[in-house]
């Protein structure tokens, strides 16, 4: 297949560049396309005519969403919208990457695909407006929810923690927000496993179990065998503009149930992303 792929230069749009099989033809688009604006989605498509679009493109600032909200939903809403439009014109499969923030954080299970959603920051309603402009544009579409991604590129937890280890031996991280940080590479596989199969839907898609990031952060020194003091504390104490789930696990029910893509354990997935940096801290 041909398959154009937003925000490339992203975590996970790079991640789905590297490992692409053999056989699909990738078109990566940065901020040289701009997905608010329809005109110029219109003329990328024309040119590549792609087979399915993968769309990781979005403002991702949970604070900064906040302080922009116009600029929240124009990204993650509209852009979505356009790319949708524009993709059921040249009859394109759709891949949507959403986020466990969609939902409020009041259950005390896993999440699965069925619960409603109901977001509590802007980053969250305006991610879940670009869920519902695919739904209700698009019958050939994925959407797929995770969460915490980190890579090898770019900012994300894993790479923040280090640095801040680096300079300082006590860190404090709350332990009162807990999900399933996610390997940016397992979310790529996924991907290419669940296009394979023309089940069309919602999934959910992150590593196995759960953790707060306090928990999180200890096992990242335990695995580079660091010793830095991590001091338990709550989310106010860390401020921060947008309110957030306290817990956003996501239980990947529709991927087991169909036997699409098994998820590895985050601390599997946290100790070969690690390994396989060579990072030491």
């Known amino acids: 297949m041909k398959i154009l792929i937003t ?15 053999q056989e699909h033809k990738i078109f990566g688009y940065d901020l040289d396309m701009d997905i608010t604006d329809r005109f110029a989605i219109e003329s990328r498509f024309s040119k590549v005519k792609p087979d399915l679009v ?11 969403c906040e302080g922009f909200r116009d600029k929240a939903f124009l990204v993650n809403s509209t852009g979505t919208e356009n790319l949708a439009k524009v993709a059921r014109k040249y009859d394109c499969e759709f891949v949507y990457i959403s986020t466990d ?9 896993p999440y699965v695909e069925e619960d409603i959603p109901d977001p ?26 995770t969460t915490g991604i980190y890579s ?6 894993v790479e923040t923690i280090i640095r801040a280890s680096k300079n300082c031996r006590e860190l404090e991280v709350v332990d009162d927000q807990v999900c399933t940080p996610t390997y ?20 959910h898609a992150t590593n196995d179990g759960q953790c707060s990031w306090y928990q999180f952060t200890k096992e990242i020194f335990k695995i580079l065998g660091k010793r830095v003091t991590v001091i338990p504390v709550k ?21 087991e149930k169909n036997k699409i893509y098994f998820m590895r354990h985050w601390k599997e997935a946290l100790k070969g992303f690690l390994e396989s940096c060579r990072i030491n801290g």
Do not use: W
């Open 7 to 21: 925000g490339s230069k992203g975590q996970l749009g790079i991640e789905l560049i590297d490992i692409a099989p």
């Open 54 to 64: 993968i769309h990781c493109a979005a403002f991702t600032d949970v604070d900064g």
């Open 101 to 109: 923030y969609v939902f409020n954080g009041k259950k005390d299970m």
């Open 120 to 145: 509590v920051s802007i980053y969250g309603k305006s991610k879940l407006a670009g869920e519902e402009a695919v739904t209700n544009i698009l019958e050939k579409f994925y959407i797929l929810r």
């Open 152 to 157: 090898r590129y770019g900012k994300n937890f």
């Open 184 to 203: 940016s590479l397992d979310v790529a596989e996924c991907i290419y496993k669940l296009i394979e199969t023309g089940m069309y839907g919602i999934y």
């Open 235 to 255: 989310s106010g104490r860390l401020g921060g503009r947008a309110s957030r789930p306290s817990y956003s696990v996501l239980a990947n029910l529709k991927l």
